[in-house]
């Protein structure tokens, strides 16, 4: 049995399968690109948006220990807590404003970092023996706390919004991939029944 190919069937082979091994390279170049996706949104949800989530309540924890003690805390001691948190808290934001923000998130991070500020420098101005008696003195912190919880929830509500839009990317590019790939299956099983056809049938004469 004669398995001879003519010059024609070889030719028409040949392209058959240049044409398989370009549509692999191809495939394979966007799937690359659909997994450097999915990649780089898992790597953007945890350092921009779980560990954010993470500082903003830190912040917060740390925050309601200042706001209680001016209450509740011995006053001697309100200067040395204050001085230990607020350090704390300035490494936390920093850590934050290292992160992607987005436009809304960076107007609402600079309010932060204002009114953080604007109360650090009231702490300084104060004297360690206000307590509660003073209220004028507690009710402007308090204005400086409430500002701040603002921005906080403004920040916190911004993470969550993010994580779900980059989820949505993330899964419509593992959809785009996976339709690609059953493309692929159904046009190289075609090509291969081409081939088969080259193979076996007569040559024209």
Known sequence: MGWKLSIEQ???AGVALVIVFLLIIATNQIDSHHFSIVRNTLTTVYEDRILVKN???NISRLLDKKQNALRFE???QLDSLNSASNDSIR???SKFGKTYLTEQEAVHFQSLENSLNSLFNYELQLNTEIVDDKL???DVIDNYYDRI???LDALSKIQIEESQRE???SNKSIDTSDLIS???????ILIGILLQLLIFLKPLK
């Open 167 to 169: 989820i949505m990317q």
């Open 91 to 93: 490494t936390l934001v």
């Open 74 to 76: 011995n006053p001697g």
């Open 182 to 188: 059953k493309i692929e299956i159904g046009v190289l």
């Open 136 to 138: 004028p003195t507690i």
């Open 10 to 12: 070889r030719i028409r």
């Open 55 to 57: 500082y903003i309540y």
């Open 149 to 151: 919880f603002q921005d």
